[in-house]
């Protein structure tokens, strides 16, 4: 049974960083796609970043490009989201997904694996 477990997270002042973790188990993850999504009070569920676990090939939603970074550590079997230059509309609830693939899918219906949320807040 695939786990996601997430960690960081927190608040953090307008131009701050933060990291989130995210451990998985349960499975060899060589054949999946990590991803991270959030989700703002009365949105919708968006994709912030995904990478291809053997491959290490990444996605990133246009918001975040070239302030958030997405990468894996593969002894741990940890996906990490270092959030840098952070704007009060980054606040959010952010989840970590996985699921088999071998391209990135930008919409959370295509990840059956979840982590448990974590708030991310942003004050101005």
């Known amino acids: 049974q695939v786990q996601l477990v997430q960690s960081g997270g927190g608040s953090v002042q307008a131009g701050g960083s933060l990291r989130l973790s995210c451990a998985a188990s349960?499975?060899?993850?060589?054949?999946?796609?990590m991803a991270w999504f959030r989700q703002a009070p009365g949105k919708e569920r968006e994709i912030v970043a995904a990478?291809?676990?053997?491959?290490?090939?990444?996605y990133y939603a246009d918001s975040v490009k070239g302030r958030f970074t997405i990468s894996r550590d593969n002894a741990k079997n940890t996906v990490y989201l270092q959030m840098n230059s952070l704007k009060p509309e980054d606040t959010a609830v952010y989840y970590c997904?996985?699921?088999?693939?071998?391209?990135?899918?930008?919409?959370?219906?295509?990840?059956?694996?979840w982590g448990q949320g974590t708030q991310v807040t942003v004050s101005s």
């Open positions: 990478i291809r676990w053997s491959a290490g090939s990444t």
């Open positions: 997904a996985a699921d088999v693939a071998s391209l990135i899918f930008t919409t959370p219906y295509r990840y059956g694996y």
């Open positions: 349960g499975r060899t993850f060589s054949s999946y796609v």
